[in-house]
């Protein structure tokens, strides 16, 4: 049983989303379209906070501060819970993972966090189950917050070859995701009966959200990713999310992949055609930068002394052409700062990446969106509920339902600029 991607996002009662049907998501391309404030980044964010609050173990500081806190702190303490709710309540969120040839079977991690207008937000209820059509649900592990009576508690569904156990644990902080947790709570529980299936989709679901990368154009530190000269050493093969560790990891990716040198500059002499060679090059005994050379140049270019567009564009080559991909790429706005022309080329690298990984993009761009008119079933509108516009929902796009505007020769990009109702039109 391998867990290979998230499927499904659902959220109750979540900032502006309404998600209580589920949010579908390819294991490939998924693009994100809608107006601004339609809910986009709070979903990017609902997936940023599943990995900073999920890690192999409890890493709480001195002050108590656990993932977490830290990471529902970055998404909005209790402003997580819909301004039309009136705290104390809860917001409910359901993340669904696929399981490698077995279409049928799924993964499903359930987070229920209580919202007070008194207390900081807490964990009210948390389980992790095994779904099969047709088939009860089996919850490998379940508990609910306060312990007023002997419900409340975990429960852990533990397999024995010739019946099922079930172990009570009550010792369980409201301040930590207990996926998180799991060995230190289970850890001093004596005739434990066998969790080798708990325990195998608990270390799944961590190696694959701890590898989830989130990037966004707004995010890219040009001045720094220039000027930086990273210290050997690290073996990062991941950009960081402003990309200053740049030099670093395109070195890396060398050292372990002989020919993405060689790729990496076909690949950018598409962008610069005048390329004769991108390469890192060591500065001193410790450290790297990166080196430019052109036709008919007789020294390189560094990279401040390249365009802002063309050190974005070496970035999102990195990060989608690599050899090491994640297990899912999440990119804000890739189009931010780059020439109309290279639209084509970026998407090209994203329907590369997707067809290796797991992709989300959101775009406000026309241009870019019409490079993926051959993809509309992996484009997601994020659309209003309400005429107050305070709640979105999110549909994906049905080629049958634009089958007569593509026939007439409109790209998908077209259909965005003129408002076309079908996928969000304008907002009012």
């Not at 391309?29 to 173990?57: Q, V």
């Not at 799991?182 to 701890?210: H, V, W």
């Amino acid at each position: 049983m391998n867990i290979r991607h998230v499927s499904e996002v659902s959220s109750l009662r979540y900032k502006n989303i309404d998600l209580d049907q589920g949010l579908k998501l390819s294991e490939g391309l998924n693009i994100f379209i809608g107006s601004n404030g339609s809910g986009k980044s709070n979903f990017i964010a609902l997936l940023k906070f599943l990995k900073d609050g999920i890690w192999d173990e409890s890493l709480s500081d001195k002050n108590g501060t656990t993932n977490f806190i830290k990471a529902i702190s970055q998404l909005g303490d209790s402003r997580i819970l819909n301004a039309s709710n009136s705290p104390p309540e809860k917001v409910d969120l359901i993340f669904t993972f696929a399981i490698d040839n077995f279409i049928n079977i799924e993964i499903s991690f359930y987070l229920s966090i209580l919202c007070s207008s008194k207390r900081f937000p807490q964990i009210h209820k948390e389980s992790l189950s095994v779904y099969k059509p047709k088939k009860d649900t089996k919850p490998l592990y379940y508990y609910q917050f306060p312990y007023k009576s002997n419900e409340y508690g975990a429960v852990f569904d533990t397999e024995d070859s010739l019946h099922l156990r079930c172990t009570k644990v009550t010792e369980i902080p409201s301040n930590e995701i207990g996926l998180t947790i799991m060995p230190k709570l289970l850890e001093g529980i004596k005739d434990l009966p066998k969790t080798e299936t708990l325990f195998n989709i608990r270390r799944q679901i961590i190696n694959l959200i701890s590898d989830w990368r989130f990037y966004s154009a707004n995010n890219m530190n040009l001045k720094e990713i220039r000027n930086a000269e990273p210290e050997i050493g690290s073996l990062e093969k991941y950009l960081n999310p402003n990309c200053e560790n740049l030099a670093l990891v395109l070195d890396n990716l060398i050292q372990e992949n002989i020919d993405f040198e060689d790729q990496l500059n076909v690949i950018m002499r598409d962008i610069v055609p005048q390329t004769k060679r991108i390469r890192p090059i060591r500065t001193g005994r410790t450290r790297i930068s990166i080196e430019w050379h052109l036709q008919n140049t007789k020294r390189p270019l560094y990279l401040d002394e390249m365009s802002d567009g063309t050190v974005r564009m070496l970035c999102w080559a990195i990060i989608l052409n690599s050899p090491n991909l994640p297990s899912l790429i999440v990119i804000d706005e890739p189009e931010v700062g780059l020439h109309v022309q290279w639209l084509s080329y970026l998407a090209e690298w994203i329907k590369n990446a997707a067809a290796r990984t797991q992709v989300i993009i959101t775009t406000h761009s026309p241009d870019l969106l019409d490079k993926f008119t051959d993809r509309l079933e992996n484009v997601h509108v994020f659309e209003a509920s309400n005429p107050e516009q305070t709640l979105f929902h999110v549909k994906t796009l049905s080629r049958e339902r634009l089958q007569d505007r593509l026939d007439e020769g409109w790209e998908l990009g077209d259909l965005y600029r003129v408002g076309e109702p079908e996928i969000g039109g304008w907002a009012l």
